[in-house]
């Protein structure tokens, strides 16, 4: 199957400090990609939508100035956590989709903000 | 929002068949039911999907009932690598919209 990475892994960070979090698409083209976010024992919850050369659609709840989204290529997007909080600390996962195929996860990154 | 309910949790013996239910009752024409499964601390990875007729890939297989409101993943012989939480998810085939996952159910394949 298609290959998604992220990096980095994982990252620790001060109270206040943004963090950035990119996605790459390696063997494909992707014309969509998502953002996930993932509590500990609980389920995955699509935070964002990201087409590339567009503005990403945020989920209900979802504050679009903390978390900041660019897709500038086929193949990249980043997400920016800004003014990270304790309450931030998550699993961050994105994927990429190519038109009518099934989505394809990165390993997630692991954000602890202290 | 998700579309579909899982039981929470699952036992298996390593070796046998591993039968994982899915409902998914407001399901519309249109929908795909897709499988993913996630290990711990991993990303969600592909396992199969389907539109209403049965599938079988080298990991699973899909039964998609006749009226398509439930669906069942069978692993043919689990293994402790397939320990994991799998979700069924519902979504529009070839329009790339969102998945909404739901609690899943975590299998744990025993020795």
């Known amino acids: 199957g298609a290959v998604v990475s992220q990096h980095p892994s994982w990252v620790i960070c001060k109270s206040g400090t943004s963090v950035k979090i990119e996605c790459r698409s390696l063997?494909?083209?992707?014309?969509?990609m998502f953002w996930y976010r993932q509590f500990p024992k609980q389920s995955l919850m699509l935070m964002a939508t990201?087409?590339?050369?567009?503005?990403?659609?945020?989920e209900q709840g979802v504050e679009k100035d903390k978390f900041l989204i660019n897709h500038a290529s086929l193949t990249l997007s980043t997400l920016t956590v800004t003014s990270a909080h304790p309450e931030d600390s998550s699993f961050y996962i994105c994927?990429?989709?190519?038109?009518?195929?099934?989505?394809?996860f990165g390993p997630g990154t692991r954000l602890t903000v202290l | 929002d998700a579309k579909t309910t899982q039981p929470t949790s699952m036992d298996c013996a390593e070796g046998r068949a591993a039968n994982l239910p899915c409902n998914h009752s407001?399901?519309?024409?249109?929908?795909?039911v897709y499988w993913y499964r996630q290990i711990h601390s991993q990303g969600p990875q592909y396992i199969i999907h389907?539109?209403?007729n049965n599938e079988t890939n080298e990991m699973a297989s899909l039964i998609i009932t006749e009226d398509r409101k439930s669906s069942t993943l069978i692993l043919p012989h689990a293994t402790l690598r397939d320990t994991a939480v799998y979700y069924c998810i519902v979504r529009e085939g070839d329009t790339g919209n969102q998945f909404y996952f739901g609690t899943g159910t975590s299998l744990t394949v025993i020795p």
């Open positions: 063997d494909f083209q992707a014309t969509t």
């Open positions: 389907g539109l209403k």
């Open positions: 407001t399901i519309s024409g249109n929908e795909y």
């Open positions: 990201s087409n590339e050369g567009s503005k990403a659609t945020y």
């Open positions: 994927s990429a989709i190519q038109r009518g195929s099934e989505q394809f």
